[in-house]
Protein backbone atom coordinates (compact mmCIF):
# COMPACT_ATOMS: atom_id res chain seq x y z
CA UNK A 1 0.00 0.00 0.00
CA UNK A 2 1.20 3.52 -0.97
CA UNK A 3 -0.36 6.62 0.54
CA UNK A 4 0.99 8.91 -1.96
CA UNK A 5 0.50 7.22 -5.07
CA UNK A 6 -3.43 6.91 -4.10
CA UNK A 7 -3.42 10.13 -3.08
CA UNK A 8 -1.59 11.28 -6.69
CA UNK A 9 -4.27 9.28 -8.96
CA UNK A 10 -7.30 10.70 -7.16
CA UNK A 11 -6.46 14.43 -7.82
CA UNK A 12 -3.88 14.27 -11.03
CA UNK A 13 -6.24 16.00 -12.61
CA UNK A 14 -7.66 18.84 -10.36
CA UNK A 15 -4.03 20.03 -9.39
CA UNK A 16 -3.74 23.77 -11.26
CA UNK A 17 0.08 25.20 -10.22
CA UNK A 18 2.15 22.93 -10.66
CA UNK A 19 -0.25 20.34 -12.46
CA UNK A 20 2.45 20.44 -15.60
CA UNK A 21 5.27 22.50 -16.94
CA UNK A 22 3.55 25.02 -18.72
CA UNK A 23 1.48 26.59 -16.12
CA UNK A 24 2.97 29.30 -14.13
CA UNK A 25 2.40 30.99 -10.46
CA UNK A 26 0.81 34.31 -11.04
CA UNK A 27 -1.52 34.92 -8.17
CA UNK A 28 -0.36 34.71 -4.64
CA UNK A 29 -2.53 35.46 -1.35
CA UNK A 30 -0.14 36.04 1.98
CA UNK A 31 -2.59 34.82 4.96
CA UNK A 32 -0.91 36.89 7.58
CA UNK A 33 -0.83 36.31 11.59
CA UNK A 34 -3.25 38.60 13.43
CA UNK A 35 -0.44 39.92 15.66
CA UNK A 36 -1.16 40.86 19.39
CA UNK A 37 -0.38 44.77 18.61
CA UNK A 38 -2.96 44.64 15.47
CA UNK A 39 -5.91 42.81 17.52
CA UNK A 40 -5.55 45.29 20.23
CA UNK A 41 -5.94 48.18 17.56
CA UNK A 42 -9.03 46.69 16.68
CA UNK A 43 -10.35 46.43 19.77
CA UNK A 44 -9.91 49.74 20.72
CA UNK A 45 -9.66 51.52 17.69
CA UNK A 46 -11.44 54.70 19.28
CA UNK A 47 -7.57 55.40 21.03
CA UNK A 48 -4.44 56.73 19.67
CA UNK A 49 -1.50 54.91 19.60
CA UNK A 50 -0.13 57.04 22.51
CA UNK A 51 -3.31 56.17 24.59
CA UNK A 52 -3.46 52.53 23.66
CA UNK A 53 -0.07 52.24 25.00
CA UNK A 54 -0.43 53.36 27.89
CA UNK A 55 -3.54 51.53 28.69
CA UNK A 56 -2.10 48.13 27.61
CA UNK A 57 0.94 49.14 30.08
CA UNK A 58 -1.30 49.93 32.99
CA UNK A 59 -3.07 46.13 32.68
CA UNK A 60 0.55 45.19 33.44
CA UNK A 61 1.41 43.67 30.03
CA UNK A 62 4.69 43.98 28.57
CA UNK A 63 3.90 46.45 25.59
CA UNK A 64 7.67 46.24 24.26
CA UNK A 65 7.53 42.97 23.93
CA UNK A 66 4.03 42.97 22.13
CA UNK A 67 5.45 45.23 19.79
CA UNK A 68 8.72 43.69 19.16
CA UNK A 69 7.27 41.00 17.66
CA UNK A 70 4.77 42.64 15.62
CA UNK A 71 7.83 43.97 14.13
CA UNK A 72 9.34 41.30 13.62
CA UNK A 73 6.39 39.31 12.23
CA UNK A 74 5.74 42.40 9.81
CA UNK A 75 9.56 41.92 8.71
CA UNK A 76 9.36 38.03 7.17
CA UNK A 77 6.00 39.61 6.13
CA UNK A 78 7.32 42.54 4.06
CA UNK A 79 10.05 40.11 2.73
CA UNK A 80 8.35 37.45 1.11
CA UNK A 81 5.63 39.91 -0.17
CA UNK A 82 8.52 42.13 -2.10
CA UNK A 83 9.88 38.77 -3.11
CA UNK A 84 6.74 37.58 -4.67
CA UNK A 85 6.32 41.15 -6.25
CA UNK A 86 9.99 41.69 -8.17
CA UNK A 87 9.25 38.59 -9.94
CA UNK A 88 6.13 39.78 -11.39
CA UNK A 89 3.29 38.33 -9.40
CA UNK A 90 0.59 39.82 -7.90
CA UNK A 91 -0.09 39.46 -3.65
CA UNK A 92 -2.94 40.14 -2.17
CA UNK A 93 -2.72 40.47 1.91
CA UNK A 94 -5.15 39.01 4.87
CA UNK A 95 -5.14 38.42 7.82
CA UNK A 96 -7.29 36.35 10.40
CA UNK A 97 -10.55 38.82 10.41
CA UNK A 98 -10.20 39.68 6.51
CA UNK A 99 -9.36 36.25 5.13
CA UNK A 100 -12.74 35.53 2.21
CA UNK A 101 -13.66 33.25 -0.48
CA UNK A 102 -13.17 35.67 -3.47
CA UNK A 103 -9.29 35.89 -2.36
CA UNK A 104 -9.30 32.39 -1.77
CA UNK A 105 -10.72 31.50 -5.43
CA UNK A 106 -8.38 34.18 -7.02
CA UNK A 107 -5.23 32.80 -5.62
CA UNK A 108 -2.71 30.36 -7.22
CA UNK A 109 -1.01 29.56 -4.18
CA UNK A 110 -1.71 30.23 -0.75
CA UNK A 111 1.36 31.70 1.79
CA UNK A 112 0.69 31.75 5.51
CA UNK A 113 3.10 33.47 7.18
CA UNK A 114 2.91 33.21 11.47
CA UNK A 115 2.80 29.71 13.07
CA UNK A 116 1.24 26.74 12.49
CA UNK A 117 -1.61 28.32 13.51
CA UNK A 118 -2.08 30.44 10.77
CA UNK A 119 -0.90 27.79 8.79
CA UNK A 120 -4.18 25.53 10.05
CA UNK A 121 -6.18 28.68 9.50
CA UNK A 122 -5.42 29.13 5.71
CA UNK A 123 -5.57 25.34 5.18
CA UNK A 124 -9.14 25.46 6.78
CA UNK A 125 -10.19 28.32 4.51
CA UNK A 126 -9.01 26.41 1.91
CA UNK A 127 -11.19 23.42 1.89
CA UNK A 128 -12.76 22.80 -1.45
CA UNK A 129 -16.36 23.17 -0.10
CA UNK A 130 -15.15 26.58 0.62
CA UNK A 131 -13.79 27.40 -2.67
CA UNK A 132 -16.34 25.30 -4.76
CA UNK A 133 -14.92 25.56 -8.32
CA UNK A 134 -12.81 22.60 -8.18
CA UNK A 135 -9.65 24.29 -7.92
CA UNK A 136 -7.01 22.54 -5.60
CA UNK A 137 -4.67 25.57 -4.53
CA UNK A 138 -1.31 24.86 -2.67
CA UNK A 139 -0.56 26.11 0.70
CA UNK A 140 3.26 27.13 1.57
CA UNK A 141 4.13 28.60 4.97
CA UNK A 142 7.02 30.76 5.95
CA UNK A 143 7.95 30.89 9.92
CA UNK A 144 8.02 34.43 11.32
CA UNK A 145 9.49 33.45 14.62
CA UNK A 146 11.54 31.01 14.44
CA UNK A 147 13.31 31.07 17.78
CA UNK A 148 9.73 30.74 19.76
CA UNK A 149 7.97 28.74 17.03
CA UNK A 150 8.24 25.11 16.38
CA UNK A 151 6.17 25.82 12.60
CA UNK A 152 6.26 21.86 12.00
CA UNK A 153 3.84 22.91 8.98
CA UNK A 154 5.89 25.44 7.71
CA UNK A 155 9.21 25.68 5.67
CA UNK A 156 12.40 24.73 7.00
CA UNK A 157 13.42 27.30 9.25
CA UNK A 158 16.45 28.59 7.80
CA UNK A 159 13.71 30.14 4.87
CA UNK A 160 12.52 32.65 7.37
CA UNK A 161 15.83 34.15 6.52
CA UNK A 162 16.34 32.84 3.17
CA UNK A 163 13.37 34.20 1.75
CA UNK A 164 14.37 35.09 -2.09
CA UNK A 165 15.95 31.61 -2.14
CA UNK A 166 12.67 30.00 -0.82
CA UNK A 167 10.46 31.99 -3.43
CA UNK A 168 13.01 31.50 -6.35
CA UNK A 169 13.01 27.51 -5.60
CA UNK A 170 8.69 27.77 -5.73
CA UNK A 171 8.49 29.46 -8.75
CA UNK A 172 11.13 26.85 -10.17
CA UNK A 173 9.00 23.92 -9.13
CA UNK A 174 12.40 22.97 -7.24
CA UNK A 175 10.47 21.17 -4.34
CA UNK A 176 8.69 17.54 -4.50
CA UNK A 177 4.72 18.07 -4.05
CA UNK A 178 3.31 16.79 -0.64
CA UNK A 179 0.00 15.72 -0.39
CA UNK A 180 -1.79 16.35 3.69
CA UNK A 181 -4.63 13.54 4.48
CA UNK A 182 -7.59 15.85 6.18
CA UNK A 183 -10.88 14.43 8.30
CA UNK A 184 -14.41 15.33 6.79
CA UNK A 185 -16.91 15.55 9.45
CA UNK A 186 -20.05 14.93 8.60
CA UNK A 187 -23.40 15.53 11.04
CA UNK A 188 -26.12 12.53 10.22
CA UNK A 189 -29.21 12.14 11.88
CA UNK A 190 -32.77 13.54 11.58
CA UNK A 191 -31.45 16.49 13.82
CA UNK A 192 -28.95 17.79 11.40
CA UNK A 193 -31.37 20.09 9.63
CA UNK A 194 -31.38 22.02 12.37
CA UNK A 195 -28.27 24.56 11.84
CA UNK A 196 -26.11 26.08 14.96
CA UNK A 197 -23.47 28.68 13.96
CA UNK A 198 -19.91 27.61 14.20
CA UNK A 199 -17.85 29.58 16.52
CA UNK A 200 -14.06 30.46 15.97
CA UNK A 201 -12.55 29.75 19.64
CA UNK A 202 -9.28 32.00 18.84
CA UNK A 203 -8.62 34.52 21.01
CA UNK A 204 -8.12 37.45 18.52
CA UNK A 205 -11.00 36.86 16.12
CA UNK A 206 -13.54 39.42 16.61
CA UNK A 207 -16.27 38.58 13.34
CA UNK A 208 -18.66 35.97 12.14
CA UNK A 209 -16.93 32.64 10.99
CA UNK A 210 -17.62 32.43 7.31
CA UNK A 211 -19.69 29.45 6.67
CA UNK A 212 -21.19 27.07 4.06
CA UNK A 213 -22.23 23.34 4.15
CA UNK A 214 -23.16 20.71 1.80
CA UNK A 215 -26.42 18.92 2.36
CA UNK A 216 -26.60 15.09 1.19
CA UNK A 217 -28.55 12.13 1.72
CA UNK A 218 -27.38 9.31 3.91
CA UNK A 219 -28.93 5.83 4.25
CA UNK A 220 -30.11 6.63 7.95
CA UNK A 221 -31.31 10.37 7.36
CA UNK A 222 -29.98 13.55 6.33
CA UNK A 223 -26.95 14.38 6.57
CA UNK A 224 -24.23 17.69 6.76
CA UNK A 225 -21.09 17.61 5.58
CA UNK A 226 -18.85 20.19 7.85
CA UNK A 227 -17.30 22.93 5.34
CA UNK A 228 -14.07 22.68 7.74
CA UNK A 229 -11.41 19.60 6.73
CA UNK A 230 -9.28 19.07 9.63
CA UNK A 231 -5.41 19.03 9.12
CA UNK A 232 -4.18 18.23 12.75
CA UNK A 233 -7.48 16.61 14.10
CA UNK A 234 -10.95 16.58 15.22
CA UNK A 235 -11.91 16.51 19.47
CA UNK A 236 -14.79 15.54 20.78
CA UNK A 237 -16.10 15.48 23.85
CA UNK A 238 -16.92 18.97 26.52
CA UNK A 239 -15.77 22.30 26.11
CA UNK A 240 -14.99 22.86 29.54
CA UNK A 241 -12.02 20.48 30.11
CA UNK A 242 -13.33 20.28 34.11
CA UNK A 243 -16.38 18.04 32.85
CA UNK A 244 -16.25 14.35 31.80
CA UNK A 245 -17.28 14.20 28.49
CA UNK A 246 -19.86 11.27 27.68
CA UNK A 247 -19.33 9.18 24.20
CA UNK A 248 -21.06 6.81 22.09
CA UNK A 249 -18.34 5.53 19.59
CA UNK A 250 -18.81 2.88 16.64
CA UNK A 251 -15.19 2.12 14.70
CA UNK A 252 -15.48 0.64 11.34
CA UNK A 253 -17.93 -1.70 9.96
CA UNK A 254 -18.27 -3.27 14.09
CA UNK A 255 -22.23 -3.09 14.72
CA UNK A 256 -20.98 -2.89 18.33
CA UNK A 257 -21.68 0.97 20.00
CA UNK A 258 -19.21 1.33 22.92
CA UNK A 259 -20.46 4.02 25.87
CA UNK A 260 -17.45 5.62 27.49
CA UNK A 261 -16.66 8.13 30.01
CA UNK A 262 -13.34 10.17 29.44
CA UNK A 263 -11.77 13.94 29.02
CA UNK A 264 -12.81 13.46 25.81
CA UNK A 265 -11.27 11.73 22.33
CA UNK A 266 -9.11 13.20 20.19
CA UNK A 267 -8.90 11.67 16.32
CA UNK A 268 -5.93 12.45 14.30
CA UNK A 269 -4.57 12.44 10.93
CA UNK A 270 -0.50 11.92 10.17
CA UNK A 271 -0.18 15.34 10.36
CA UNK A 272 -1.10 15.72 14.05
CA UNK A 273 0.19 12.81 14.91
CA UNK A 274 2.91 15.45 15.90
CA UNK A 275 1.61 17.58 17.78
CA UNK A 276 -1.78 16.62 20.54
CA UNK A 277 -1.40 12.93 19.44
CA UNK A 278 1.47 12.48 20.98
CA UNK A 279 1.60 15.03 23.97
CA UNK A 280 -1.29 12.74 24.85
CA UNK A 281 0.08 9.50 24.31
CA UNK A 282 4.17 10.11 25.00
CA UNK A 283 5.83 7.88 27.61
CA UNK A 284 8.64 9.34 29.85
CA UNK A 285 11.85 7.78 30.85
CA UNK A 286 10.39 7.89 33.94
CA UNK A 287 7.41 6.23 32.72
CA UNK A 288 9.85 3.07 31.12
CA UNK A 289 11.90 3.29 34.88
CA UNK A 290 9.08 2.41 36.78
CA UNK A 291 7.83 -0.56 34.20
CA UNK A 292 11.38 -1.85 33.76
CA UNK A 293 11.07 -2.40 37.49
CA UNK A 294 7.95 -4.18 37.75
CA UNK A 295 9.80 -6.32 34.65
CA UNK A 296 12.62 -6.73 36.71
CA UNK A 297 10.72 -8.43 39.72
CA UNK A 298 9.75 -11.24 37.19
CA UNK A 299 12.90 -11.65 35.13
CA UNK A 300 16.46 -12.83 36.02
CA UNK A 301 18.85 -11.00 37.47
CA UNK A 302 21.04 -8.59 35.47
CA UNK A 303 18.64 -9.71 32.10
CA UNK A 304 17.16 -5.84 32.04
CA UNK A 305 20.67 -4.20 32.64
CA UNK A 306 21.61 -3.12 28.92
CA UNK A 307 18.34 -1.89 28.41
CA UNK A 308 18.15 2.11 28.17
CA UNK A 309 15.07 3.72 29.39
CA UNK A 310 15.69 7.01 27.54
CA UNK A 311 16.42 5.38 24.22
CA UNK A 312 12.97 2.94 24.37
CA UNK A 313 10.95 6.00 25.81
CA UNK A 314 12.64 7.91 22.57
CA UNK A 315 11.44 4.58 20.64
CA UNK A 316 7.93 4.40 21.67
CA UNK A 317 7.46 8.33 21.05
CA UNK A 318 8.86 8.25 17.47
CA UNK A 319 6.31 5.28 16.80
CA UNK A 320 3.74 7.29 17.47
CA UNK A 321 4.12 9.33 14.10
CA UNK A 322 2.74 8.25 11.18
CA UNK A 323 3.15 9.52 7.59
CA UNK A 324 0.70 13.06 6.97
CA UNK A 325 -0.77 11.11 3.26
CA UNK A 326 -2.03 8.01 5.23
CA UNK A 327 -5.66 7.54 4.88
CA UNK A 328 -6.28 5.88 8.45
CA UNK A 329 -7.62 8.01 11.30
CA UNK A 330 -5.80 7.33 14.54
CA UNK A 331 -8.34 8.05 17.61
CA UNK A 332 -6.95 8.58 21.21
CA UNK A 333 -9.51 8.51 24.14
CA UNK A 334 -8.21 10.82 26.40
CA UNK A 335 -7.98 9.54 30.41
CA UNK A 336 -10.54 7.10 29.60
CA UNK A 337 -12.90 5.48 32.58
CA UNK A 338 -12.30 1.88 32.85
CA UNK A 339 -13.55 1.14 36.16
CA UNK A 340 -16.98 -0.67 36.90
CA UNK A 341 -18.92 -0.51 34.63
CA UNK A 342 -17.36 1.54 31.84
CA UNK A 343 -16.62 1.07 28.89
CA UNK A 344 -19.72 -0.65 28.56
CA UNK A 345 -19.14 -2.91 26.34
CA UNK A 346 -15.96 -3.22 27.96
CA UNK A 347 -13.11 -4.20 25.68
CA UNK A 348 -12.14 -1.04 23.85
CA UNK A 349 -8.80 0.74 23.75
CA UNK A 350 -7.80 4.04 24.37
CA UNK A 351 -5.69 4.27 20.72
CA UNK A 352 -5.92 2.32 17.67
CA UNK A 353 -6.48 3.44 14.00
CA UNK A 354 -9.31 3.29 12.19
CA UNK A 355 -11.01 4.20 8.30
CA UNK A 356 -14.10 5.83 9.77
CA UNK A 357 -16.03 6.57 12.78
CA UNK A 358 -19.02 7.07 14.28
CA UNK A 359 -19.12 9.18 17.29
CA UNK A 360 -22.10 10.93 19.20
CA UNK A 361 -21.31 13.37 21.89
CA UNK A 362 -21.50 16.92 22.66
CA UNK A 363 -19.29 19.31 20.58
CA UNK A 364 -16.57 19.03 18.30
CA UNK A 365 -13.56 20.98 17.51
CA UNK A 366 -11.66 21.18 13.67
CA UNK A 367 -7.75 21.87 14.57
CA UNK A 368 -8.42 23.95 17.84
CA UNK A 369 -10.17 26.39 15.94
CA UNK A 370 -14.22 26.09 14.46
CA UNK A 371 -16.36 24.63 17.20
CA UNK A 372 -19.52 22.84 16.53
CA UNK A 373 -22.37 21.83 18.89
CA UNK A 374 -24.34 18.52 18.49
CA UNK A 375 -27.78 18.82 17.74
CA UNK A 376 -29.81 15.83 19.93
CA UNK A 377 -29.62 12.68 17.83
CA UNK A 378 -27.24 14.18 15.68
CA UNK A 379 -23.51 11.53 15.55
CA UNK A 380 -20.40 12.78 13.74
CA UNK A 381 -19.08 10.64 10.89
CA UNK A 382 -15.00 11.11 10.15
CA UNK A 383 -13.77 9.85 7.17
CA UNK A 384 -10.37 10.54 5.01
CA UNK A 385 -11.44 10.79 1.51
CA UNK A 386 -8.18 11.52 -1.39
CA UNK A 387 -9.65 14.12 -3.04
CA UNK A 388 -9.59 16.10 0.42
CA UNK A 389 -6.18 16.34 1.23
CA UNK A 390 -4.08 19.08 1.31
CA UNK A 391 -1.72 20.06 -1.22
CA UNK A 392 1.70 21.70 -0.45
CA UNK A 393 5.46 21.14 -1.07
CA UNK A 394 8.46 19.85 0.60
CA UNK A 395 11.82 21.51 0.51
CA UNK A 396 13.69 19.24 3.07
CA UNK A 397 17.03 18.17 1.46
Same mark, same amino acid.
Given at each position: ????????????? !? &??? *?????? #???? +?? /?????? @??????????????????????????????????????????????????????????????????????????????????????????????????????????????? !? &??? *?????? #???? +?? /?????? @?????????????????????????????????????????????????????????????????????????????????????????????????????????????????????????????????????????????????????????????????????????????????????????????????????????????????????????????????????
Amino acid at each position: FKPTQLLQNALKA !R &RHF *GCNAQE #KLRR +VL /VVSKLT @RLEFEKIREEQLSDECLEQKIRDRGTDYDAIKYYHHLHKDVEQKVVRSFQQRGIEVQVVNRITIHRDALQWADLIVPIGGDGTFLLAAGRASPFFLANGKKTPVVGFNSDP !R &RSE *GRLMLP #KQYS +VQ /VDEAIR @RIIAKDFRWMHRSRIRTTLVGAATTERPSPMDLHEFHTQPVEHKEVMSTAPNGKSRILPYLALNEVFIGEMLSARVSHLHLRIDNSEVITKTKSSGLCVSTGTGSTSWLTSMNRLSTNNVKDLLEIVRKRTATGALDTIDPESVSQEYNDNLVFAPDDPRLCYSIREQICVGVWPNPKGLESRGFAKEMFVKSRCLVIDGSIAYNFNDGARALLEVYPEDSLLTIDMED
